[in-house]
């Protein structure tokens, strides 16, 4: 049967259906449409149109917070891969940076003990051994060098 076929008192009986439940989906899908048209305006089926409007209303949220949790799924997976492959970039980054070279006779050396022993020699042979001033000392020369100006 289409749904303008039905009578006045047939949209009545499916409304009262509706509200026990015994409805199929088309069927209420043919009572909504119905429900919007000139025919249904009466206080009737206001009652029916409520609850349908807060069912569709309902519908309505519940899928959009759906959407939302499952969108935030898909953020969160995605900062955390992005956590991943950043920690990973930058102990690639650190362990290179990391590294102890030194080239003695062409030859490259990693190990740091080799690499700062080298150093250190290095540092020896460029290295002036003077003999440290004490306090008094740097201070009996600044006051000398102001005594032989004063006088001049």
């Known amino acids: 049967m289409k749904e303008n076929e039905r009578t006045y008192q047939q ?6 259906r509706y509200f026990e ?3 199929t989906d088309v069927e209420e899908e043919a009572l909504a449409r119905f429900l919007a048209t000139p025919a249904s305006q009466g206080k009737e089926f206001d009652e029916v149109r409520a ?3 807060f069912v569709a209303t309902g519908r309505a949220i519940h899928n959009r917070q759906r959407t939302r949790r499952v969108r935030l799924r ?3 997976a995605a900062a955390a891969i992005t ?3 950043a920690l990973t970039a930058v102990w690639q980054v650190a362990e290179r940076t990391n590294v102890c070279v030194a080239y003695i006779n062409g030859e490259r050396y990693t190990d740091k003990e080799i690499v700062f022993s080298e150093a ?3 540092i020896d042979k460029v290295r ?5 001033e ?13 005594g032989t100006s004063v006088e001049n």
């Open 11 to 16: 949209w009545k009986e499916l409304a009262e």
């Open 21 to 23: 439940a015994q409805t």
């Open 51 to 53: 609850v349908m409007g």
């Open 74 to 76: 898909y953020y969160a």
């Open 83 to 85: 956590g991943v492959l």
């Open 120 to 122: 250190m020699k290095s």
């Open 128 to 132: 002036h051994d003077l003999p440290q």
């Open 134 to 146: 004490t306090v008094q000392e740097q201070l009996s020369d600044i006051f000398q060098t102001i």
